[in-house]
Structure formats: C-alpha cells, structure tokens
C-alpha cells in the first residue's frame, strides 16, 4: 500500500511544489516520509476493525464518514467538509438459505448470498428446476419455452488467462449484471449466479445487479465456485431443483455523504488536483482493498505534504466517495457541485483497484496532456 500511495502522491506533487527543479529531491523526500512515517496502514486497520462494513444507507457507512471526516482533521487538512448526496438503502437481511434436491432424495447445501439489490424471495422462498446457461447467447436460445418457471444458472466461470483480471471480472460479470433482468424476461422466477472469482472455494461474493423494469424483478444470489462446479456436475446427470431463500429488502434512498478534505494552493487556489477513492463497502466484507486502501492513501496525500512543510502551488483535494458500488450518486453529487460552483480541476486520480505497488495507471486525457505526463516518467519509474 504504501508503494501504491507513492504512485498517487507523485503525480499530485510531482509538478505543484514551487520549484520544478527540485522536483527528483522532493519526491525523494515524499518517498521517505511514506515508507518511514505513513498512516495508511493504521488507518486502514480502524476503518476495517472498528468499523468495517460499510454499505451505502448502513449504520456503519456513517460510522465510517465520522471515522474518515477525523482522520483528514488529524492529516492536517485546511477545510474538512461533507457533502450530502442521496444513496440508495438496501437490506440483506439475515438467514439466507439455499439447498439443491438431488434424485434420490438427497440434499445438498449451497453457500450463496443475495446480490446487492436484489429483491427477496419472501417467508416461503422459492423452489424450481435448475436451468444451466453459460453464454448470454445460450439464455437467448432457450428462450420462454424452456426458462419460464424455471431457476437460471448462469455458470460464466472467469477467463483464467487474461493477464489483466479485470477483463475477466468484466466479461464475467455480465452475469450478475444482467442475468437476473434477462432471467426474468423469459419467465425465470429466480437466478444463481457464479460467484465471480478465480479460485475454487466455498466464499460467494455479492455484487450489484441492474433490473429492468420491463420486466418482474425476481429474486437473485451468488453461489459459491465451489457449488457452481458440483451443480454444474450433477446437471449432467439429470434434471436438479434448487430451493432458495432470502430476506432482503430496498428501503427509500435516504442520505450519505461524500468526504472532502483540502489543502489551499498558495498561487492557484482556483485550481484543484483531486484524489480519491470510495468509502462504501459491500456488507460481506470490511472493504479494506474495494475501497478502503483508496480512501487512506489519498488522506495521507495530505498528511505528507502537511508533514514535509510542502507548498503545493494549487489546491489539493482528498474525497472519499459515497455509493460507488450501487449506482455512483457520491461521484455524481461532486461532479454536480463542481459544475455549479464553476470549480477548475486540473486532474483527477482515483485509487480502486487495490493497496499494491503499482504497475501504471490509466490517462482519459487529450494527447498533448498525456505527453505532458508521460515526460515525468523518469520521476515516476524508481518507485
């Protein structure tokens, strides 16, 4: 984590101290103060144990924005202030259940969650034949006639040899992203869902999914890889029916907050570097690297020019966002404010792919402004 910081704190830096000349010296100096006094770790660790799940509309995500709003005070942040946006408020609920009837009686439990916001099945629960579907294509083929009052498994194992996981994790994903809205255009009454990793093992993992309200909303979950690759197996034998239940609920959207801390520029204040990374979590999990680590190395961009008595000639901005994983009101509240205000934002850099030493990062610019940065390269290249 702290060499991914490094990477952040350069390019806000790296250009923004009063003497350009100096730039290989102040970046060496950042680079020590990191790796010898950085408080991400710490940071990391109470946001994760102290309070650590941290869905949008939750008790813990306010937990976390007054955990977060105390630690940009404690960075040396100019201004510390919250903006206020809608996020969505969604409940899993407890006592998720799911089970597969095997022939000759026999059952078999699944390891499943719902996805984030999707519907319940109710006190009952649903029961259905099993359908398997690996390709969008194939759910096309079987179409009403087969689907309807069915159970759909999408079972879109992760491409293990893409060099770049995050290509698998989007074509994958496609699953969980649309299989329930598509599922139910032909008549499915629920879908499982592989869950989307690489590794076998009895952990599913939860994530949005995105009805379409052409169609009925109908109950969606994750199972595990481990349970994607028996059912899978046991299809081949013959017809399987799955019982599932759940109690998950979408309440009104109420409010959340985004977090903004800021160090003035001394000869450009107008114009603003902003880094960030997102403060809500999926409710399975602490969200230390989706997006915790994000969160607390752009808080210590602060801390580090604060602890080094560095002047940076514009303003510096660190945001922890609220409510990227359902639906990015947190990144749309701040990109309206900036609008009206008339803000001038020079770059931009978000952190959400995780606390380890970088390998790049990718530039939406015009060309004559990726050229500029590609000139710094040398600066960049030793850490």
């Not at 350009?20 to 680079?31: A, E, L, N, P, Y």
């Not at 299809?235 to 309440?251: D, M, P, Q, W």
């Not at 409510?323 to 934002?345: M, R, W």
Request: net charge positive; aromatic share 8%.
């Amino acid at each position: 984590m702290k060499k991914f910081f490094l990477l952040i704190s350069l390019i806000s830096l790296s250009t923004l101290i009063y003497s350009q000349s100096t730039d290989s010296v102040t970046i060496k100096k950042i680079v020590d103060e990191t790796m010898s006094n950085g408080t991400a770790y710490t940071n990391l660790r109470k946001l994760c144990k102290e309070v650590g799940q941290r869905l949008s509309g939750s008790p813990q995500f306010f937990k976390g924005v007054h955990m977060v709003t105390q630690f940009m005070k404690d960075a040396g942040a100019d201004t510390v202030y919250l903006q206020q946006c809608l996020v969505p408020h969604w409940v899993r609920g407890n006592k998720e259940q799911g089970a597969l009837m095997l022939p000759g009686g026999q059952k078999h439990t699944l390891k499943l969650c719902a996805l984030g916001t999707s519907v319940g099945t109710g006190n009952k629960g649903i029961t259905g034949e099993v359908v398997e579907v690996k390709t969008m294509e194939e759910l096309t083929s079987l179409g009403t006639s087969v689907v309807k009052g069915k159970i759909v498994f999408f079972n879109f194992k992760m491409n293990p040899t893409y060099i770049n996981s995050f290509q698998a994790y989007g074509e994958s994903g496609v699953a969980r992203r649309a299989g329930p809205a598509q599922a139910s255009k032909y008549g499915a009454i629920g879908v499982m869902v592989r869950t989307l990793s690489n590794t076998i093992n009895d952990y599913p993992h939860t994530g949005v999914t995105r009805y379409s309200d052409s169609f009925p909303k109908i109950p969606a979950v994750a199972i595990s890889t481990n349970d994607a690759e028996f059912l899978s197996k046991e299809l081949r034998k013959g017809k399987i029916s799955a019982f599932i239940k759940t109690n998950c609920k979408t309440y009104p959207d109420t409010t959340g907050y985004n977090v903004v801390g800021e160090i003035k520029g001394i000869e450009h204040p107008e114009q603003i570097i902003t880094v960030g990374g997102h403060l809500d979590s999926w409710d399975l999990a602490e969200g230390a690297n989706d997006d915790g680590s994000g969160v607390v190395q752009s808080i210590e961009v602060l801390r580090t020019i604060r602890a080094l008595g560095l002047q940076p000639k514009r303003t510096i901005r660190a945001v922890a966002f609220a409510n990227e994983e359902i639906s990015g009101t947190g990144g749309k509240k701040y990109l309206d404010e900036a609008k009206a205000k008339h803000e001038q934002h020079l770059f931009a850099l978000e952190s959400d792919e995780g606390g380890f030493t970088p390998r790049g990062f990718s530039l939406d610019m015009p060309e004559a402004q990726q050229n500029k940065i590609k000139a710094w390269k040398a600066l960049f290249y030793p850490y």
